[in-house]
């Protein structure tokens, strides 16, 4: 093997209603790079039971992630929608990558220090190895590139770390079955299985913030349905949700430097570049010295323009239950041939025996 292929793989938890956050920061960016890349896109299901375990309708929710996904342009046909739990390998990859990963790696993870809490002794194992799982979700395919949200950073860079001590330490036996990439780590050669999986970070809005608190980042578990426009919020809803989100009472500056100390307003103005694909500057060009008397019914009206055809899609696919387990299902499919040819390999470089 001379290179790793490119290819992009993300994942969405089906926990709650997807939100803005969610489109402008992860599925928008999802579209864009099925124009220019190989995609496989995950609805990690596997990864949910991780913030709890009894649903009610977790099939329902998946269903309805994968039907987010659809609505807002992902092509199931030139590639792949599928959901974790369908595909056994990612499961049996996490436990190898269990075996890899040190455990001082997983308690410097802030994410399990956030969830779990100053009770860490009543979290979940999965809890604690969910950036082990999200490695194995990635390196399954030997994805070369991941749209990440500045929350999983850090899990990346966790799962550049297991590649890396993989490929270290099987070095010579991926030489010998000739599986490998040689790949410069420090002054040494390494034959490596895995590639050292690169971040797609980056856009006006990158980290979408709550609208009652330009502090907190926008979620699906927040109590106040206010702070946030959920995709299958209708246009009056988006509209209510814009006039009511949190100010402060100066205009808008004319640079992106008067944002500084100023989360509301920056959040907004995040979102309207974000939606209008256009950068902070450029929206300050035009509305900079306005009032939010004036930018925030612009932005309620660019916010239903390009949101509510989404929540119509959505709702209308939503509605053919047998359409959407038809996709997940040939997308499993297709996962799951390229999953087990990873793992024949990769079972091979360890040594277990498969014959």
Not at 333 to 351: C, F, H, Q, S, Y
Request: charged share 25%; net charge negative; glycine share 8%.
């Amino acid at each position: 093997m001379s290179a790793f292929k490119p290819l992009v793989f993300s994942g969405v938890q089906p926990t709650g209603n997807l939100h803005l956050g969610n489109y402008l920061g992860a599925i928008k960016k999802f579209v864009a790079l099925q124009e220019t890349s190989d995609c496989i896109y995950c609805v990690v299901d596997l990864h949910s039971l991780t913030a709890q375990l009894v649903y009610d309708d977790l099939a329902d929710q998946t269903r309805s992630i994968t039907a987010a996904f659809l609505a807002s342009g992902i092509d199931p046909k030139k590639h792949i929608v599928f959901n974790q739990s369908r595909v056994m390998q990612h499961a049996e990859l996490a436990w190898i990558f269990n075996c890899v990963a040190r455990i001082g790696w997983m308690n410097k993870m802030t994410q399990f220090k956030d969830k779990a809490g100053k009770d860490r002794e009543n979290a979940s194992l999965g809890l604690l190895a969910y950036p082990s799982l999200m490695a194995a979700d990635i390196l399954l395919y030997r994805a070369t590139h991941v749209p990440v949200g500045e929350d999983q950073k850090q899990h990346l860079e966790l799962t550049r770390d297991i590649a890396q001590k993989f490929n270290n330490d099987f070095s010579d036996r991926i030489a010998r079955l000739g599986v490998g990439v040689e790949m410069q780590v420090g002054e040494e050669t390494v034959n490596g299985f895995f590639p050292i999986t690169e971040p797609v970070i980056g856009g006006p809005a990158a980290r979408i913030m709550s609208l009652r608190d330009g502090s907190k980042k926008m979620s699906k578990s927040d109590p106040s349905d206010l702070s946030r426009i959920n995709l299958t919020d209708d246009a009056d809803t988006i509209s209510k949700k814009i006039r009511k989100a949190k100010t402060d009472p100066e205009a808008l500056p004319s640079e992106v430097d008067g944002l500084e100390s100023r989360p509301e307003a920056e959040n907004l103005v995040g979102i309207y570049a974000g939606l209008a694909e256009m950068s902070k500057a450029d929206v300050l060009k035009e509305f900079g010295g306005q009032q939010f008397s004036v930018f925030k019914p612009a932005l309620a009206d660019l916010a239903v323009e390009k949101l509510a055809p989404i929540a119509g899609e959505m709702r209308r696919i939503e509605g053919d239950r047998a359409y959407v387990d038809a996709v997940l299902r040939d997308g499993g499919e297709r996962a799951g041939v390229l999953a087990e040819t990873t793992m024949k390999t990769v079972r091979d470089i360890i040594g277990l025996l498969q014959s």
